[in-house]
C-alpha cells in the first residue's frame, strides 16, 4: 500500500477481495435474517392486532425500524452491487479503482435517504432524532442494522412469547371455570348465597379482563430475563394467573366439601338423631339416679340435671329442611357444627350422669369393702366374735337402710375394719376423711 487516499491507505486488490468476500457474506447473512423477521408469526400478530398500552407505543418503535432496516440494508446491497463492479472491471485493478474501492469499501460513502414518516419514531445509532438523510461506512451500517434486529427482534419474540403461552392458559382455565360454575350451581352454590359463588363472579371477571389485556398488551405481562442481552430473553408474567388459578382451585375444593355433604348428608343426620337421642335417654337415667340418690342417700348435695338442649334439636330440623330442599352449601357447616355440639352434648350427659350416681358408687364401694372384711375374719375362724359381729352389724344396718347417711356408715365401715385388724394382729388401719359431698369413695 503505498498511496495514500482521504480514508488512509489504498487498499490493495488482496485487501479488497477480502473485504467483498466478508461484506458478501454479512450481506446473505442479514438477509435471511431480516427475511425470518418478516415471517416471523410475531411480527404478523403485531400488524394485525389492536394494541394498547405499553406494547403499542414498542411496536410503532418497532414497526420503523423495521422499515428503516430495510432502507439500510438497500443502501448496504446497492453499495455492495457498486464495489464488485468495480472490481470486475478488470482483472488486475488499476489504483484509481483501487482508490475508489477504498473509498467505498472504508469511508462513509453510503447515504441513506428516507422519509420523515419512515424514520421518525426509529432511534438513530446515537440516540438523535431521525434524519432525511444520514451518511454511513459499510461497517457502521452493519453496526447499526444488527442493533436495530437485535431491539426489533426481541420486541417480537416477548410478544409472541405471552401470546403463545398467556391466552392459551387463561382458556383453559376459563372452561375450567365453567364447569366449576355449572357443578356450584347444581349443589346451590350462587353469587349472593355462598362466599364461592362470589368467588367464581369474581374470578371470571378478572380472566376475561386479563385475557383482553394479554391480547392487546403482552408487554406489559413480559418480564425481562437481567443480565440477558439475547433477544427474547425473559419470560411471561403469570402473576394473576397463577393467583386466580389457586383461586379457582380453592372453590373446586369448597364446592367438593359440598357434594360429599350431599352424599353423605343422610347418614350424618341419622348419626345426629342417634347421638343426641342418646344423649336424651343419658339425662333421663341421670334424673332418675338423682331421685334414686336423694331417697337412698342422706345429706348428701346431688347435682341438678338440665334438660335436654331444645336449641339442638331445631337446629337438626333445619338440617332436615335443608337437604330437603337440597341447600347444600348451608347445610354443610351447620352439619359439621351440629356433629361437635352432639359430641359435646352427649359427654355433658354421660358427666352428669357420673355426678349424680356418684353417692350410689360411694355406697356400693363401702358395702363391698365390708363384706370383704367379713369375709376375711371368717377365714381366720374369729366370725363369732362379739365385738365385731356388733360393729358389721352397726355398719350393715347403716348401708342398707334408706336414706343412708355416707358419712356415718363410712366411719362404721372403718371401726369394724380397726376392730378386726386388731383381732388379726395386723396393722392398724388409719381413720379416713369423711366422704365430701358424695363424690369420694373411703380408703381400703
Not at 435471511?32 to 414498542?58: F, K
Not at 430495510?70 to 464495489?83: C, E, Q
Not at 467505498?104 to 432524532?129: D, F, K, Q, R, W
Not at 383453559?172 to 350451581?185: D, I, K
Request: with cysteine.
Amino acid at each position: 500500500m503505498g498511496v495514500t487516499g482521504s480514508t488512509g491507505p489504498v487498499m490493495d486488490r488482496d485487501e479488497v477481495d477480502r473485504a467483498l468476500a466478508r461484506l458478501g457474506s454479512e450481506h446473505e447473512a442479514i438477509e435471511t435474517s431480516l427475511l425470518a423477521l418478516q415471517d416471523h408469526a410475531g411480527r404478523r400478530l403485531l400488524e394485525g392486532a389492536e394494541l394498547t398500552g405499553v406494547t403499542r407505543d414498542r411496536w410503532t418503535s418497532t414497526e420503523a425500524s423495521i422499515t428503516l432496516l430495510w432502507t439500510y440494508f438497500d443502501a448496504y446491497t446497492d453499495a455492495l452491487r457498486t464495489a464488485r463492479e468495480i472490481r470486475s472491471r478488470r482483472r488486475w485493478s488499476s489504483r484509481e479503482d483501487l482508490v475508489e474501492l477504498t473509498e467505498l469499501l472504508n469511508g462513509e460513502s453510503v447515504t441513506v435517504a428516507g422519509s420523515a414518516t419512515a424514520t421518525a419514531n426509529a432511534p438513530t445509532l446515537h440516540g438523535a432524532p431521525g434524519k432525511l438523510s444520514e451518511r454511513y461506512s459499510l461497517g457502521t451500517l452493519v453496526d447499526r442494522m444488527n442493533e436495530l434486529y437485535a431491539t426489533s427482534l426481541d420486541m417480537v419474540v416477548a410478544a409472541d412469547a405471552v401470546w403463545s403461552a398467556l391466552p392459551a392458559r387463561i382458556d383453559l382455565l376459563a372452561a375450567e371455570l365453567q364447569r366449576t360454575r355449572r357443578l356450584a350451581h347444581s349443589v346451590g352454590v350462587r353469587p349472593g348465597e355462598h362466599p364461592a359463588g362470589d368467588d367464581l363472579e369474581r374470578i371470571t371477571r378478572i380472566l376475561t379482563k386479563l385475557r383482553e389485556q394479554v391480547v392487546s398488551d403482552p408487554l406489559a405481562f413480559w418480564q425481562a430475563a437481567e443480565g440477558s442481552s439475547a433477544p427474547g430473553g425473559g419470560r411471561p408474567d403469570t402473576t394473576v394467573y397463577d393467583r386466580e388459578a389457586r383461586a379457582l382451585e380453592d372453590v373446586r375444593r369448597e364446592i367438593d366439601a359440598v357434594l360429599t355433604v350431599r352424599q353423605d348428608a343422610e347418614k350424618r343426620i341419622v348419626r345426629l338423631r342417634d347421638v343426641l337421642s342418646r344423649a336424651d335417654r343419658t339425662l333421663a337415667e341421670a334424673r332418675t339416679a338423682r331421685g334414686e340418690v336423694l331417697a337412698k342417700i342422706a345429706a348428701t348435695e346431688v347435682p341438678v340435671v338440665s334438660g335436654p338442649p331444645t336449641a339442638l334439636q331445631e337446629q337438626l330440623a333445619t338440617a332436615a329442611e335443608y337437604r330437603r330442599q337440597a341447600q347444600w352449601h348451608r347445610l354443610s357447616p351447620l352439619l359439621e357444627s351440629l356433629e361437635q355440639k352432639a359430641e359435646d352434648e352427649l359427654l355433658r350427659a354421660r358427666e352428669s350422669l357420673t355426678a349424680v350416681t356418684a353417692p350410689l358408687a360411694v355406697r356400693a364401694e363401702l358395702r363391698g369393702r365390708l363384706d370383704a372384711y367379713k369375709a376375711k375374719v371368717a377365714r381366720h375362724g374369729l366370725a363369732e366374735d362379739t365385738l365385731l359381729i356388733e360393729r358389721y352389724e352397726k355398719a350393715r344396718r347403716m348401708l342398707w337402710s334408706a336414706p343412708c347417711d355416707l358419712r356415718a356408715a363410712e366411719q362404721a365401715v372403718l371401726r369394724y375394719q380397726q376392730a378386726a385388724a386388731e383381732l388379726l394382729g395386723g396393722p392398724r388401719v388409719p381413720d379416713q376423711g369423711a366422704v365430701e359431698d358424695g363424690r369420694r369413695g373411703p380408703g381400703a
